[in-house]
């Protein structure tokens, strides 16, 4: 398909140990971003890719959180040393960049993250 | 700091009812805003952007500078429109959105 993909679709893992959520984006779209979305609550930014630029990383919640995109196109965020408080829906959006506007973000089905 | 503010996490309504969710943002200059909406087990998608200054589904959204808001209107609600909703302002420069925390609308036959 033609939209932004996530895997794994589900992820249950044990306090403590470390995940990679992988996002593959739309094809030419060069802007990238991570959102949480926990029960209850709004969506929260957690970091952005534009390009070769680096990435704005003003959201991450800790420094257990980290995230890459290689060759500007998958991207994964990693989540060292688990907590419960981790557990979430992990959206990523891409969108096309035009310098002074802005383009609607496309967005993943998420990865649910339980934490036991 | 800039700010997204949905006031009510649940709005119910009858079918045929108008529909009001509203948006209050608190950014200086001209942001650009949209309205993004997700459906029962579909994921989040784009509703409307206040410069399309488009219809889509019978929403309308009209940007008030005055007021710093941009509500969501509908003036007859149908069962279909049951959804989260989301008001997001995009402010130039800063290259992300900052989301409200989201209107559940639910429609009632």
């Known amino acids: 398909g033609a939209g932004v993909s996530q895997s794994p679709s589900n992820k249950v893992t044990e306090k403590g140990k470390d995940v990679e959520l992988r996002c593959d984006p739309i094809s030419g779209h060069t802007a990238l971003y991570w959102y949480r979305q926990s029960l209850g609550q709004g969506l929260e930014f957690l970091i952005y890719f534009q390009g070769n630029s680096a990435p704005d990383k003003s959201g991450l919640p800790s420094d257990r959180f980290s995230a890459e995109r290689t060759g500007g196109s998958v991207s994964t965020l990693t989540i060292q040393r688990t907590q419960q408080e981790d557990s979430a829906v992990y959206l990523c959006?891409?969108?096309?960049?035009?310098?002074?506007?802005?383009?609607?973000?496309?967005f993943g089905d998420g990865t649910r993250l339980s934490i036991l | 700091a800039q700010r997204v503010t949905q006031p009510e996490k649940l709005l119910s309504v009858f079918k045929g009812a108008p529909v009001e969710l509203k948006c209050n943002y608190s950014?200086?200059?001209?942001?650009?805003l949209f309205w993004y909406v997700q459906y029962s087990r579909q994921r989040l998608q784009l509703l409307l952007r206040h410069i399309s200054r488009e219809s889509i589904k019978g929403f309308t959204a009209d940007l008030n500078k005055g007021e710093t808001s941009f509500h969501l209107k509908k003036p007859f609600a149908q069962e279909e429109d049951s959804a989260m909703y989301y008001c997001?302002?995009?402010?130039?420069?800063?290259?992300?959105?900052?989301f409200g925390a989201g209107t559940r609308l639910a429609v009632h036959p």
């Open positions: 950014y200086s200059g001209s942001p650009e």
């Open positions: 959006a891409s969108s096309l960049f035009v310098r002074g506007g802005n383009q609607p973000q496309h």
């Open positions: 997001a302002p995009f402010r130039g420069g800063y290259n992300k959105l900052i």
